[in-house]
């Protein structure tokens, strides 16, 4: 089971941190991601992380602005949004155990936290 949470509003050009707990301990066995939808657009992935947290990918959009971690001891990965933009505004949901990485299918979603940049 995965938890989402750390959506809110900010300003464009400042910062926010979006957290997502596992309850289960064989989270460090997961390839994780976080992925977006804003209204009347499709669900897109916007950060991947390897189970070791050892490889990252990262969406074009976001590249060098956002920065997506975890922290297996602790169950939680975490995507952290600098410089947002008024066009990052989407509902971020965490996914896990890709069949495909980084975008592919997941198995094990959490509940969409908003985030909404205003300009």
């Known amino acids: 089971q995965l938890q989402a949470s750390g959506g809110g509003l900010v300003q464009a050009g400042g910062s926010l941190r979006l957290s997502c707990a596992g309850s289960?301990?064989?989270?460090?066995?997961?390839?994780m991601a976080w992925f977006r939808q804003a209204p009347g657009k499709e669900r897109e992935g916007v950060a991947a992380i390897s189970y070791s947290g050892s490889i990252t990918h990262y969406a074009d959009s976001v590249k060098g602005r956002f920065t997506i971690s975890r922290d297996n001891a602790e169950n939680t990965m975490y995507l952290q949004m600098n410089y947002p933009k008024p066009n990052d505004t989407a509902a971020y949901y965490c996914?896990?155990?890709?069949?495909?990485?980084?975008?592919?299918?997941?198995?094990?979603w959490g509940q969409g936290t908003q985030v909404t940049v205003s300009s």
């Open positions: 289960d301990r064989t989270f460090s066995n997961y390839d």
């Open positions: 996914a896990a155990a890709p069949s495909n990485w980084p975008f592919g299918r997941y198995d094990f």
